[in-house]
């Protein structure tokens, strides 16, 4: 991807620099890079549907064990919904307050805009336009799931998907295990296609680069900064000073112990890039280095590699306001709320592996009428900040496991 996003660049700015306004240039936009971008993203959106219904309801069901575990479980869900809160903020508070969006030629905007709007056009057809007030909140309750989802309609689809969860959680019988079965083949499913598309991306980096670069030229690559150089922020901030806090106030731990015992698990998600594949190393530091009682890490640690992920959230929320701000689609104060619920919602939904929250975003950039291309602008940078938000996403489940144990040894 690095590879793609490097080619992309490189030969955007020679387009821009030597045959800007050239036909040329025009015509392989068009007819060759153009189309592998949207062949990618219509790939993406493919499986939206599926991998968010079955992930969110399977993530929820997962909590069954609250009534086995009783304060355990429900602490556990409780410090999810509000350290998520807290890191979703955190990130559109940075965003509104930074606007890395913003500050490019309106020329060379309203290009790209127009450009976006065209390649984006049938992506966004069934897509409606956003509500407000009580039309919103009467909205998110689908009458028909299967019409919301193909309406486009994501929000009352994650709300069936909340409410499945929900009822997988409280219904005891095996025919309900044997759906929750199926549910998951879903998910393994819908996982092993999104990792056969995420095979493609270097080709779409390349392309989507290109696109961007050959219009914008240098001001493309200073905008990237900007985001790149938020999200990192954000990330820092909330990983050395929210977490600090938290376990210093709430779990009694030293910082300094904290993050000295995690730093095996903090390398091993910036490797890879995905809690899953992280989830035995930080099992195996929660009980030999932090001391915790395996009974509460097991359980936080388990249920948080899928549904704990303050970063992904985090990371969701700056992406989608950047290109807010960026396609000039004003977003009023009820708008961000939206997507800091939706955000927080997409970080118990959003599959921890490499690229996991890509249709997360795609959902929410339709949601509030940004064009879903805009996706393409950040997919050059996505490897690195996708290594830094897992680096969250596990601290941040190692940190919820110190809360959870204190006074549960």
């Known amino acids: 991807m690095l590879a793609g996003g490097v080619i992309g660049v490189t030969l955007g700015l020679i387009a821009h620099l030597a045959m800007a306004g050239d036909a040329r ?28 219904v079955s992930a969110l309801s399977i993530g929820i069901a997962g909590l069954r064990d609250v009534h086995k575990l009783g ?33 490019i030629p309106e020329a060379s905007r309203q290009a790209l805009l127009e450009r976006a709007r065209q390649g984006s056009a049938a992506l966004t057809s069934q897509v409606s336009a956003p509500k407000v007030g009580m039309e919103l909140l009467i909205s998110m309750i689908p009458d028909n799931p299967i ?29 309900a295990r044997r759906f929750e079965d199926v549910l998951q083949g879903v998910y393994d499913v819908s996982m092993t296609l999104i990792d056969l598309v995420i095979q493609l991306a270097p080709f779409a ?84 280095r932090l001391k915790l009682p395996p009974h509460v890490s097991r359980f936080v640690l388990t249920i948080g590699s899928t549904a704990n992920q303050n970063g992904t959230a985090l990371f969701e929320g700056v992406t989608v306001l950047f290109l807010a701000q960026f396609y ?5 104060l009820l708008d961000q709320l939206t997507v800091v619920g939706v955000c927080i919602l997409g970080g118990i939904g959003t599959a921890g ?16 009428g940004i064009p879903p291309e805009g996706i393409g602008m950040i997919l050059g940078v996505d490897r690195f900040l996708d290594m830094c938000r897992t680096t969250l996403n596990v601290s941040g489940d190692l940190a919820a496991a110190v809360v959870i144990s204190r006074g549960e040894r």
Not at 150 to 167: E, K, R, T
Not at 220 to 241: C, N, S
Request: net charge positive; aromatic share 8%; glycine share 10%.
């Open 25 to 52: 240039v025009d015509a392989i936009v068009k007819y060759v890079t153009g189309p592998i971008g949207q062949v990618f993203l219509r790939l993406l959106f493919m499986l939206v549907v599926p991998l968010i």
């Open 71 to 103: 304060r355990v479980g429900v602490r556990t869900l409780v410090y999810t919904i509000f350290v998520s809160a807290i890191a979703v903020a955190l990130g559109v508070l940075l965003v509104n307050v930074l606007r890395p969006g913003e500050g």
């Open 147 to 175: 019409k919301a989802a193909a309406s486009g309609d994501m929000l009352a689809v994650m709300v069936f998907a909340l409410f499945l969860g929900i009822g997988l959680t409280l219904t005891k019988t095996e025919a």
């Open 205 to 288: 980096v390349a392309a989507l680069l290109f696109n961007m670069i050959s219009q914008l030229g240098f001001d493309a690559l200073v905008l990237l900064g900007r985001y790149v150089g938020v999200v990192v922020l954000a990330l820092a901030i909330h990983q050395f000073v929210v977490y600090g806090l938290l376990v210093r106030v709430l779990g009694g731990m030293s910082p300094r112990v904290f993050f000295r015992g995690i730093d095996e698990a903090m390398l091993t998600a910036f490797s890879t890039a995905s809690s899953n594949a992280t989830l035995p190393t930080a099992l195996r530091v929660a009980e030999e």
């Open 328 to 332: 000039g689609v004003h977003l009023a």
């Open 353 to 368: 592996v490499p690229a996991g929250s890509l249709p997360v975003i795609a959902v929410i950039l339709g949601l509030v």
